[in-house]
């Protein structure tokens, strides 16, 4: 070997061209793939962006009284520690209930709420009893209510068997007209002699509009939780054009079912569902995948400042959602640490109950779809947009016990 020269071994060199040559296209293929992602990340980022906007463009009307400067933050309108109640009733809370509707009604609503209190809000009468009497000729195709919760909620319930009584109140939640103080407020008078009268009124120190149901919502959570935890086992909100099957209602919560009917089965389920939870119930009719309302003129509209998101959180129509003691008291705790919205039903039982964990359930029994099917009020626990004649017309029918509606053909348990 001269000095200077390089012993080269040209097998060797040549495997590793070889070599070389077949990686090239792999590692082209792999950088243009990640050119690929990058290019799809960046183009993906850029649309979400312009959804955002166009988001933004749609929703950018101002809310009258919920402007974009206005808070959402639930402290600068409720205080938790003061008692800012006008009226309470008496006695409220004080002995064991098994079951307490709060109706959101309004100052002016006398009509609504003594149509309620003549017809399905008397539950001295309209009580478990009733049951048996609206299906007494389909006995033997519903499950009857549960050993274990009778015995559980037994504190709650006189008599046993058809007399089984369950122990029941019915609250009206209202707040104070508009553009005026509670003194002198005109209709004051008059509220608290109709409070005086039936003992079921419940008003807050709150200006008493559509966009101020998140407000009326809350106090209403805040005075259950306050002055209901140790007494009452369910809290069921409402609205007064709501006709509430108290009978069904209390079957479900004592863990038996409701017999269904050829008019029913379009709005329910073919199955017959039942309560066995006794903790964390939040249950009613349930919205997925729900998308905020652009149409400024839908009293729904939702502006992109207050809810900058393109889809809701699950959540329960507010027209009637049951919910057990416990989550009152999360829903109550949550909403505190959470930005507000003024649909009610969204923020209570979506963006609150997202915060306290709770998983809203959904159950046909709670319908939102109006009908003038008699017979299928006496399927339903719940029915919305019910309110003057056809509320009477649909109270007579359904206690007419005589009327005996047909199930369908068949039935699933």
Not at 143 to 167: H, I, K, N, Q, V
Not at 327 to 344: D, F
Not at 373 to 389: D, E, L, P, T
Request: proline share 4%; with cysteine.
């Amino acid at each position: 070997m001269y000095p200077g020269k390089v012993n080269l071994n040209y097998s060797a060199v040549k495997w590793k061209l070889t070599q070389c040559q077949r990686a090239a296209p792999i590692i082209l293929f792999r950088g243009f793939f990640f050119i690929l992602i990058a290019l799809f990340l960046y183009t993906m980022y850029h649309v979400f962006q312009f959804i955002n906007y166009q988001e933004l463009i749609k929703r950018n009307t101002p809310l009258s009284d919920w402007t974009i400067g206005t808070s959402l933050n639930l402290s600068d309108y409720i205080s938790p520690l003061d008692d800012t109640a006008l009226i309470v009733p008496r006695g409220f809370c004080k002995s064991k209930t098994l079951l307490l509707i709060v109706v959101a009604s309004s100052v002016n609503g006398y009509d609504q709420r003594q149509d309620i209190r003549e017809t399905w809000g008397n539950t001295t009468h309209f009580n478990y009893p009733v049951f048996a009497k609206l299906h007494s000729h389909l006995k033997g195709s519903y499950r009857p209510p549960m050993e274990s919760r009778l015995r559980l909620y037994s504190d709650f319930l006189s008599g046993e068997g058809e007399t089984l009584t369950a122990s029941v109140q019915v609250v009206f939640l209202i707040g104070r007209s508009k553009n005026s103080s509670p003194r002198d407020n005109e209709s004051l008078v008059q509220v608290w002699e109709e409070a005086y009268r039936y003992n079921d009124i419940l008003q807050e120190d709150f200006i008493d509009t559509y966009n101020n149901l998140t407000l009326k919502s809350v106090l209403a959570l805040k005075h259950v939780k306050n002055s209901c935890s140790e007494s009452t086992a369910y809290f069921f909100k409402c609205d007064d054009d709501t006709f509430v099957n108290v009978p069904n209602l209390l079957q479900f919560i004592l863990g038996g079912t409701v017999p269904l009917y050829n008019d029913s089965i379009l709005y329910t389920s073919r199955w017959q569902s039942s309560l066995r939870a006794t903790k964390g119930v939040m249950i009613g009719n349930k919205f997925t995948d729900s998308q905020p309302i652009i149409n400024v003129n839908s009293k729904w509209y939702m502006p992109y400042y207050m809810y900058p998101h393109s889809t809701y959180p699950e959540y329960l129509s507010g027209g009637g959602y049951l919910l057990s003691i416990d989550a009152v008291q999360r829903l109550y705790e949550a909403a505190w640490s959470t930005k507000m919205v003024y649909l009610e039903d969204i923020y209570v039982t979506g963006l609150s109950a997202q915060q306290a964990h709770l998983k809203p359930r959904h159950s046909s029994l709670f319908t939102i779809l109006r009908t003038t099917r008699f017979c299928s009020f006496k399927a339903m626990i719940i029915h919305h947009q019910v309110k003057g004649r056809q509320l009477r017309d649909a109270w007579k029918f359904f206690t007419d016990f005589s009327e005996k509606c047909s199930p369908p053909d068949s039935i699933v348990d």
